[in-house]
Every structure is written in structure tokens, then in C-alpha cells.
């Protein structure tokens, strides 16, 4: 059947007769296979007395079930083809009856004989229809390279793309001099991690009215917590001294203009003077032991998000996520790394609507999506709840055009339901 013209119903034509001489355009190429309650095509050619062939089966694949799903679907065709005479042999050819699929589909369904290849169409749709967008991105994941993040800054001396793994493995061994117990707030005799959550909530809104960097921000909320975890005697009207002198040293860390101690005093109403500050600073720094060169979540997320190779509102969300994490005390319990990575992960997560975790992201972050679950599921909550409560001023500062309305996506809510994590 492949390459006869008879499957073309537009190829066969009236033939034009000149006198007595009449003369065939088009020679059928075969017999038309005799199809009774299987076939397509049915011919009168008993003159012939040739034998019906034997249809051949082609493998159901998913293109060859989609042409004949078109088939089906077109109208029926009719189209009779007059008796043709060759002036070079008296063979007769009777009428031939092109009749479509679907109307010889339609006279079997009386006798519940189905022809193979429309079940095995059938079947291969319905198995199509089934699968679903997750179940296509995890076959995809499983065949997708990892992708050499650095390839395209090799000629950027300022990505030090000769040294960037080391510096990260540097980072991840020496991280946990960043993290605090967990449950340092049980030393403390005036102050619960309440207060905590308050002090890091106003500094955040200090850290935008201020314009400062990025980086600025995370060292500040380190600082205050390795200072807490060490200091046990910090009294509850001492406590914001202590986030504006932290903040204070994080400036002259990163910053290329530092604010001057009269605006951050001014900034916390006059509560505290010069000295104070200062004193505070001396303090402070003495008991860090001047070690202000640690790995905070920021340094981190850099690195995951071009891992993610992530977009402006991707970015945007995922440093949401991370800073409704630096407000709460029990996120404490997990390192920086994990922390960015958790957040991309969620973040990506909200976006495309489904788990979404790539090889090289795992890759470059050294954490699978199980190894995620926990934290991902936490701030989720805490994406839900941001705009809730008395500690909204991140959720004030993304819902702002500055950063693409990120507060007002919708969570990830199906990762709480997933009963695969």
C-alpha cells in the first residue's frame, strides 16, 4: 500500500476519450486489497483474479499514531472511477470504490470486530494523554547534562574562573564557623528569640532606607548572632545597641561609604549616645575576635543562582524567601549553604508550579532535592505567612516594584501536600 497512488484519492482523474479510441490516464499500480470489516480500500476485481494482499502492519509510534488520529477525522470521500478500455487488451476494469476508514469503522461496530491497528491507536493515545508536565521534566532531568557555569566568563579576569572552585570549596569547609547553635536564646536570661526576631525585622528596614548593599545585610544578622551566642548578658534595652553597632561593622566591611555613627543613632531615635556606640564596637569586635571573613547565605546564593541559571524575577524570589529566613530564629538550625540552596529550590519550585531541581544545580550546591525537603517546606510557611503578624517589613519591601512585586506571587503549596516528601 505505501507507494500506490490509490491512498490519494486527488490522484485519480476522469480519463478524456478522443473517438472510439479511449486511453487511461493512470495505471493502478496493484490490486485494491479486497477489506471486509478490516480494510480501507474495497475494489470489484474479480476480472483480474488476482489475490488480495497482505496488509502490512507498521509499528505504532507516536507520530504514526497521530497521522492516522487525522485520518479518522476527515470527511468521507467518494469518488467513482469509470470503466476504462485499453485499445492493446480487452482486460475490463469495473468501478472502483474508494470508501473512508471511518465509514467502514462505523459498519463494524455492529459486530464488535475492531481492526488491530485502531486499538493500538487508541492505547497510544490514551497513554500520551497521561502523562503529565512533571513526569516530562523528569525524563528530562535524567538525560540533561551539567552545564559549565564558568564557560562563558573565561575571558572575565574579575570571575577568577581558575580559582572559583576552590574558593567554594573553601566556603563550604569553613561555614560552620558561621553557624550558631540553634538554641543559643536558652543562655540568655533577658532577651528570647521574640526580641530577635523584632530587632532583624527593623534592621531590614534600616538596610533599605539606607540604600546598602546586599551583602551588608546578612553580615549584620551574622555578627548579631555569633555576638549572642557568645555574650550571655545582654539585657533586653541593650539589644538594639547591638544591632546598630553590628550593622556599624558590617558597613565598614563591605561598604565602599559607610554611614557615620550620628545617622545610625539618629536612625534608632536617640536612644543610645556616641560613646555607646563605640564602646559597643570595642566590645563587639574583641569578642568576634576580628574574624568578620565568614561565608554567609549571600556568597552562596551568587554562586546557586547562576548554577539555576535564573532570571530577574526568579532571583528576585528567592532573595525574598531567604530574607523572610533571616527574621526567624529556629532557621538557625540550618547552614548558609543549604539555606540558598533551599531557597532557589523553593523559589523555582513556585514558579514553574512543580518540583524543579536540575542536575547541574545539584551539581554546583552539592545537595539533592530529598536533602532539601525540610528547610523547602519551612519557608514555604513562612512565604504563606509573610504578610501576616507583626514582622512584615520584608514583605513590605518585595511587594515594591523595585523588586517585581515578588512578595505577591502565590507559594508553592503543593510541596506541603506532596506525599512524596
Known amino acids: 500500500m505505501g507507494g500506490s497512488d490509490e491512498n490519494f484519492p486527488a490522484a485519480i482523474r476522469q480519463s478524456n476519450i478522443h473517438g472510439n479510441n ?23 476485481n474479480a476480472a483480474c483474479g488476482k489475490k488480495p494482499v497482505i496488509p502490512i502492519h507498521r509499528p505504532i509510534t507516536r507520530k504514526f499514531a497521530a497521522q492516522l488520529a487525522g485520518k479518522l ?49 487508541e492505547a497510544m493515545l490514551d497513554e500520551i494523554d497521561r502523562m503529565d508536565a512533571e513526569v516530562e521534566m523528569e525524563e528530562i532531568e535524567e538525560d540533561e547534562p551539567v552545564v559549565d557555569i564558568d564557560s562563558c566568563d573565561k575571558k572575565n579576569p574579575l570571575a577568577v574562573t581558575e580559582y572559583i572552585d576552590d574558593v567554594y570549596a573553601h566556603y563550604n569547609k569553613t561555614e560552620s564557623l558561621s553557624c550558631v547553635p540553634p538554641n543559643y536564646m536558652d543562655q540568655q536570661f533577658d532577651i528570647n528569640e521574640r526580641m ?73 531615635d536617640k536612644a543610645y549616645c556616641r560613646q555607646e556606640v563605640l564602646d559597643m564596637e570595642k566590645l563587639m569586635i574583641n569578642t568576634l575576635q576580628f574574624n568578620l571573613s565568614v561565608p554567609t547565605p549571600y556568597v552562596f546564593m551568587r554562586r546557586f543562582l547562576k548554577a539555576a541559571q535564573s532570571d530577574k524575577r526568579l532571583e528576585l524570589l528567592s532573595f525574598f524567601i531567604i530574607e523572610l529566613s533571616l527574621v526567624q530564629y529556629e532557621m538557625l538550625r540550618f547552614p548558609p549553604s543549604l539555606l540558598a540552596s533551599a531557597a532557589i529550590f523553593t523559589a523555582q519550585c ?33 512565604h504563606e505567612n509573610a504578610g501576616t503578624g507583626k514582622l ?15 512578595a505577591k506571587t502565590e507559594p508553592a503549596l503543593f510541596l506541603l501536600n506532596d506525599a512524596e516528601f
Not at 479511449?22 to 470489484?44: D, H, M, P, W, Y
Not at 512584615?392 to 515578588?406: D, E, F, L
Open 392 to 406: 512584615t517589613c520584608v514583605h513590605k519591601k518585595y511587594s515594591t516594584s523595585k523588586y517585581g512585586y515578588a
Open 73 to 121: 477525522q476527515q470527511p468521507v470521500v467518494k469518488e467513482v472511477k469509470p470503466f476504462v478500455e485499453s485499445s492493446s487488451s480487452t482486460r475490463q476494469l469495473e468501478d472502483c470504490v474508494i470508501v473512508d476508514a471511518e465509514e467502514e469503522y462505523k459498519s463494524m461496530d455492529d459486530d464488535n470486530d475492531v481492526p488491530m491497528f485502531v486499538q493500538h491507536t
Open 196 to 268: 530577635r526576631g523584632i530587632l532583624i525585622d527593623w534592621l531590614i528596614e534600616v538596610h533599605y532606607k539606607f540604600e546598602l548593599m546586599e551583602e551588608t545585610l546578612y553580615l549584620t544578622v551574622n555578627i548579631i548572632d555569633r555576638f549572642l551566642s557568645v555574650n550571655k548578658s545582654v539585657v533586653r534595652k541593650k539589644l538594639q545597641l547591638v544591632g546598630v553597632t553590628a550593622m556599624l561593622l558590617a558597613c565598614k566591611y563591605e561598604e565602599v561609604s559607610v554611614p557615620v555613627v550620628d545617622d545610625l543613632i539618629l536612625i534608632s
Open 350 to 382: 513556585t514558579l514553574s508550579g512543580y518540583k524543579q531541581w536540575s542536575k547541574t544545580c545539584e551539581r554546583y550546591t552539592n545537595y539533592s532535592k530529598d536533602q532539601l525537603v525540610e528547610c523547602a517546606r519551612m519557608m514555604v510557611r513562612l
Open 22 to 44: 479511449r486511453r487511461a490516464l493512470s495505471i493502478i499500480n496493484g490490486n485494491i486489497k479486497e477489506s471486509q470489516k478490516r480494510g480501507v480500500l474495497t475494489e470489484k
